[in-house]
């Protein structure tokens, strides 16, 4: 059974870091992996992703330059350290596993954790 949980979420001023985790399970490690996040009354979009060897990263305009992702194979776990936030980032954020074709569209993904609250307050 695949699982992948996010933890790191929470409530942060404007101009702060978090740092979010997602640790996957039952699945081997040979995935490309991605975040996403929805906002209240919008529809889920893309934050960044990171392939298998996690030689290559993607990142929406919105976010280059403030967000960083990384993985680490050897601990099944893929991060997103986010700096310099803004309100408009506060959403649940969604950790993704896939194989697909575009690591940057929904399609290229198979497997979603539950979602971590990131709050940023103004």
């Known amino acids: 059974q695949v699982q992948l949980v996010e933890s790191g979420g929470g409530l942060v001023q404007a101009g702060g870091s978090l740092s979010l985790s997602c640790a996957a399970s039952?699945?081997?490690?040979?995935?490309?992996m991605g975040w996403f996040r929805q906002a209240p009354g919008k529809e889920r979009e893309f934050v960044a992703a990171?392939?298998?060897?996690?030689?290559?990263?993607y990142y929406a305009d919105s976010v280059k330059g403030r967000f960083t992702i990384s993985r680490d194979n050897a601990k099944n776990t893929v991060y997103l350290q986010m700096n310099s936030l803004k309100p408009e980032d506060t959403a649940v954020y969604y950790c993704a596993a896939g194989t697909g074709l575009l690591p940057t569209t929904r399609s290229y993904y198979s497997y979603w954790g539950q979602g971590a609250q990131v709050t940023v307050s103004s």
């Open positions: 039952g699945l081997t490690f040979n995935y490309g």
């Open positions: 990171i392939s298998r060897s996690g030689s290559r990263t």
